[in-house]
């Protein structure tokens, strides 16, 4: 077995992904730790050559929320939560949503999951009051939990108790 290959790819993105967005985000993952101007660089041009693959936009967010770039992270979680509700035709203001919505396949759960991280950045940047409402959007349009936004809840919750 050749190790060169069988660590060639570090993460595992979308099986549909294209093959040269793959490269730049594999590439991008692997300067992360160690050349951050280099990874920003290339999760930006995997982006770029496709703007509709939601990937791209996940692991921006993933990758500037972890380097404490909130507000980049803020940007990048609205951008791809405008590009899946423009693939899922629906609104992309989650106050215009309803349950209905989001039932439409893995465009929606993306959206979702967006979602829950933008509430996870606001409770970062300590606009808890935010969080609350779009969390509480997120109970009514995803009734199931399938995005996992009650852990956001709870941590919420438990911020709040440690406030008062």
Same mark, same amino acid.
């Given at each position: &077995? ?14 549909? @992904? ?6 730049? *985000?594999? &590439? !991008? ?21 496709? %703007?509709?693959?939601?990937? %791209? $936009?996940?692991?921006? +967010?993933?990758? $500037?929320? +972890? ?26 203001? $989650?106050? /215009? @949503? %309803? ?7 893995? %465009?929606?759960?993306? +959206? /979702? $999951?967006? @979602? ?6 606001? *409770? ?13 959007? &997120?109970? &009514? ?7 996992? !936004?009650?852990?956001?809840?709870? *941590? ?9």
């Amino acid at each position: &077995m050749n190790a060169g290959g069988f660590f060639e790819e570090r993460v595992l993105f979308s099986p549909n @992904l294209p093959p040269e967005v793959n490269r730049l *985000l594999q &590439m !991008a993952v692997a300067a992360s730790h160690s050349e951050k101007p280099l990874a920003e660089k290339l999760f930006k041009q995997a982006q770029q050559l496709d %703007t509709t693959c939601l990937q %791209t $936009y996940f692991a921006l +967010y993933k990758f $500037y929320f +972890y380097q404490g770039h909130l507000q980049e992270a803020e940007r990048e979680v609205i951008a791809a939560l405008e590009e899946a509700a423009h693939q899922g035709g629906f609104p992309a203001d $989650y106050h /215009l @949503l %309803t349950g209905h919505d989001m039932y439409a396949g893995d %465009t929606a759960l993306f +959206y /979702l $999951y967006s @979602l829950k991280a933008l509430a996870f950045i606001k *409770l970062r940047q300590e606009q808890a009051g935010t969080a609350r409402e779009i969390l509480s959007v &997120m109970s &009514m349009i995803d009734p199931e939990d399938r995005s996992g !936004a009650s852990v956001i809840m709870q *941590l919420s919750e438990a911020l709040d108790r440690e406030a008062a």
